[in-house]
């Protein structure tokens, strides 16, 4: 299973970069094996182009909520339009995508009603996606340690800011790495995203910080294989 981020960003980030950020983070979103697209953003298209994946080869589309900046009307339609289909499952429900076995479960995200996390298998390997929330709930932690996961994609909005309200249903930093020392039973390999551009510094000293607790930082076009 190839994982590629189109986006690492959280919603404070501009849609398109317009030559003011040397790190740009899009809005974020996942394309897996370069057919099932997690998270329609205002970003996507854009992505699809710089990082060289045709439209055409989405076939399935699905949305962890409906913030703007993770589904955007427009890039909904355009995707659509190329052939992508929307599949719109709801939490404790799974759906089947051509290969893709999809358990979709509530997400600890307060300001949306409906948001959801997803648990994708290949029926080989597991991917773990859970951006916007704060701790994983219940049924989605049993989940986790009933199937296993090779790679668990976990929230990091707040960054190293403590004492902050949007910890009630973001994660900072502290509660990542507790989350990860909660589930490395069962959890092969971490990575963040969702970072927002007024809560982090750099990449390169955020990427290190997080590699000494074995967590790995997303950036935008970064793929990996699990």
């Not at 989350?179 to 390169?204: E, N, Q, W």
Request: hydrophobic letters at 40%; proline letters at 4%.
């Amino acid at each position: 299973m190839k994982i590629l981020f189109l986006g690492t960003g959280a919603a404070d980030w501009p849609d398109e970069n317009g030559g003011r950020f040397q790190e740009f983070r899009r809005k974020s979103s996942v394309l897996v094996d370069g057919e099932l697209l997690i998270d329609p953003g205002p970003g996507v298209p854009g992505a699809l182009k710089e990082f060289g994946v045709p439209a055409e080869s989405v076939k399935y589309v699905i949305v962890t909520h409906c913030h703007s900046d993770h589904c955007d009307p427009g890039t909904v339609e355009y995707l659509l339009s190329a052939g992508a289909e929307l599949l719109e499952p709801k939490a404790g429900q799974t759906c089947r995508a051509g290969k893709f076995e999809i358990s979709a479960f509530r997400a600890n995200h307060g300001t949306c009603v409906g948001a959801l996390h997803f648990l994708i298998s290949d029926g080989s390997k597991n991917l773990f996606y859970g951006l916007d929330g704060a701790w994983l709930l219940y049924d989605e932690v049993q989940a986790i340690i009933k199937a296993g996961a090779d790679l668990a994609v976990l929230d990091a909005t707040v960054g190293e800011t403590e004492g902050d309200y949007r910890i009630f249903e973001h994660n900072n930093l502290r509660m990542v790495r507790e989350i990860k020392l909660s589930l490395a039973p069962y959890v092969k390999r971490f990575c963040i995203s969702h970072m927002a551009m007024t809560l982090h510094g750099d990449h390169k000293t955020l990427s290190a910080g997080m590699a000494a607790w074995g967590i790995e930082t997303a950036y935008d076009g970064m793929e990996t294989e699990i």
